[in-house]
């Protein structure tokens, strides 16, 4: 390294030249903090203060710079200088602005200031750079576990910006639930009608990506390391295992419906023709645009009940209690999809808050134009008729009760149940959302196999400070995974998550540190001669580092 060469900055901003003498403060860095150079500045944060910081840096070799201005936690990105070290005295936030401005505690402010500076320079002459710990190196590939929209769009993300990604799907095709669709809702101009899922040319575009290696009917069974260097074990299905090496994973394993069965009010599972969202897709794909068939007997199509927030928005507890997003829009869809094909059905959706947001709202009204009857109300019970059924319903509007007799279909929307794993922390609530979880990512850590969950089983951490951010550092969720969404905001979602996995995998290659603590340098050493074995650090490590 260098020879050290310090310098001082005074700022006189934000109220700090108004309330304090700056030419002390500069003058007490000079004598009593030994500082090489020592600069007043009335805007130090501004673009020439910075320039004149780095200009300093470039022609005069200062390689500690302390700052003396707002707090540390403000202009974090005006005062980083690479290969500098900075040290920063607190004038604005610890001392004018917890002071009084009267004459009486302008005495008391300048002495608070004058050993502010004092201690930022004496901590800059103590001062070293860390290193970075870039030992162990940086595996540039990113491991993206799911094959369906999110995981394919994530991938090919990372591989159009330089960077080989790994998909492993547990079956034997690429596509997930949107493979299944015979349409999906509009997500541009005009938002009139339902358009094609562009799942082939998805698929089409990541097998012809080079940068990418795809591992179907394949899963997880171990997966260890930490970022920058993740070791996973992959097994196929006739018991083949190897390993792939990855410097960020992300999890993009989608959803599961849920359970209907669980739904008695409903009668689902009592007549054919009660089915749910992903049900009446399967007749759409059968029926390739003509009118679709009673799935009981194949006879003609004339009244279609769709029942929103089925085992929804529950406040019982007995089933889910939140709102998976895209259903409203998914009944219009599937309502058009009658309507396109023979415009006499009769198509009502039962909803209590039909919620379509954004240009969703245009979709909506084009399905009203089409004849698409929306009533307001809650549906009490289901009942099998025959060879049709009865929807029995509280009007919200006209606060009476109701009856649609004669139904041909009934389609139930019911929500998503995200595919996280098993709960490490609540296992015995594994299935309570009438899906039996299995370990997804199989890790080696102590604090359990799978990702812990922030709530109603969705592996995500707090939306804005650390978002597309899980609880493991290097492993980041996407999709259905992380929050109930839709198609497109699926696809968006799997962007945001590639661009984290490539700042982890540019951290780890200069070691440093990803969130929470993103951009650190510093790197941990063990004092083992201070060690009482009491082997709490093998359970806190969420990587276990130690583990024995």
């Not at 903090?33 to 780095?54: D, T, W, Y």
């Not at 920058?228 to 992300?250: H, K, M, P, Q, Y």
């Not at 794909?285 to 009244?303: E, N, T």
Request: with cysteine; aromatic share 6%.
């Amino acid at each position: 390294m260098a020879d050290m060469k310090t310098a001082a900055y005074v700022c006189g901003g934000c109220g700090i030249g108004e309330r304090l003498d700056t030419a002390q403060l500069a003058k007490i860095a000079e004598r009593e903090g030994k500082m090489n150079l020592v600069r007043q500045h009335p805007f130090l944060c501004s673009s020439e203060g910075v320039a004149q910081i780095r200009n300093d840096i470039g022609a005069e070799g200062v390689t500690h710079v302390a700052i003396a201005a707002c707090s540390r936690r403000a202009k974090t990105e005006a005062f980083q200088f690479p290969a500098v070290a900075v040290a920063r005295a607190n004038l604005r936030e610890g001392v004018i602005w917890v002071q009084p401005d009267t004459d009486a505690a302008r005495a008391t402010a300048q002495e608070m200031a004058d050993d502010y500076v004092r201690m930022a320079c004496a901590e800059i002459r103590k001062m070293q750079l860390p290193a970075g710990h870039t030992g162990t190196g940086s595996n540039r590939r990113v491991l993206v576990v799911g094959g369906g929209v999110s995981g394919m769009t994530a991938a090919l993300e990372a591989a159009r910006a330089g960077y080989e990604a790994v998909i492993v799907e547990k079956h034997e095709a690429l596509g997930g639930w949107a493979a299944k669709l015979h349409r999906r809702a509009p997500y541009r101009e005009p938002f009139h009608d339902p358009v094609d899922t562009g799942v082939d040319g998805l698929i089409a575009a990541v097998e012809a990506e080079p940068r990418i290696k795809i591992h179907l009917g394949a899963t997880l069974t171990q997966t260890s390391g930490a970022p920058g260097r993740f070791s996973a074990r992959l097994t196929n299905e006739s018991g083949v295992s190897w390993v792939e090496d990855a410097g960020a994973i992300i999890q993009a394993t989608g959803f599961s419906t849920y359970d209907p069965t669980r739904l008695t009010e409903f009668a689902y599972g009592s007549s054919p023709n009660i089915v749910d969202q992903a049900g009446l897709e399967a007749l759409a794909r059968a029926s390739a645009g003509k009118p679709m068939r009673r799935p009981a007997d194949d006879g003609i199509v004339k009244k279609v009940v769709f029942v929103q927030c089925a085992g929804q928005r529950d406040d019982s507890g007995r089933h889910l209690p939140y709102c998976s997003g895209h259903c409203c829009g998914t009944s219009i869809k599937q309502a058009m999809y009658f309507k396109a094909a023979d415009p006499v059905v009769d198509t009502v959706v039962i909803y209590t808050d039909l919620r379509t947001p954004g240009s969703g709202e245009d979709f909506y009204r084009s399905a009203q134009a089409q004849g698409v009857t929306f009533t307001k109300g809650t549906v009490s019970g289901v009942e099998v008729n025959g060879k049709r059924c009865r929807v029995r319903f509280r009007d919200l509007i006209l606060a009476e009760d109701s009856v649609i007799d004669d139904a041909d279909i009934v389609v139930l929307a019911t929500g998503q149940v995200p595919n996280s794993g098993v709960d490490i922390e609540q296992p015995e609530r594994a299935d309570a959302n009438g899906v039996k979880p299995i370990s997804i990512l199989n890790l080696t850590y102590r604090q359990g196999k799978d990702l812990p969950q922030l709530r109603h089983g969705f592996s995500d951490s707090h939306f804005i400070c650390f978002p597309y951010e899980t609880r493991r550092t290097g492993i980041h969720t996407a999709g259905p995974v992380r929050r109930p969404m839709d198609l497109a905001q699926a696809m968006e979602d799997a962007t945001g998550a590639a661009l984290k996995a490539i700042q982890v995998i540019e951290n780890a290659q200069l070691g440093r540190a990803a969130h929470p603590r993103s951009g650190d340098l510093s790197y941990p050493i063990v004092r083992l001669e201070g060690c009482t074995q009491c082997k709490r650090c093998t359970v806190e490590c969420p990587f276990g580092a130690i583990d024995e």
